[in-house]
């Protein structure tokens, strides 16, 4: 998804609408906190773990991303 998916999305929404993200284990939480980042990837691994991770420092191809944080 790009931040242009995004606010296409939020755009359509009630501005007072609730923002979830996945639990931990379980159930809904509201986001503590955005953030920007920079990662690598995607990857291809088990389904369990994100397809992107973070960058070695002397990695220099690094993707600009939007987080959400739980």
Do not use: H, N
């Amino acid at each position: 998804m790009k931040a242009k998916d995004l606010i296409a999305e939020l755009q359509k929404l009630d501005p007072e609408m609730l923002v979830l993200v996945d639990g931990y284990e379980g159930g809904y939480a509201t986001p503590s906190a955005t953030d920007q980042i920079e990662v690598c990837g995607p990857f291809d691994r088990a389904w369990y773990y994100g397809e992107y991770d973070d960058c070695e420092d002397t990695e220099p191809a690094k993707t600009k991303a939007f987080l959400i944080r739980r």
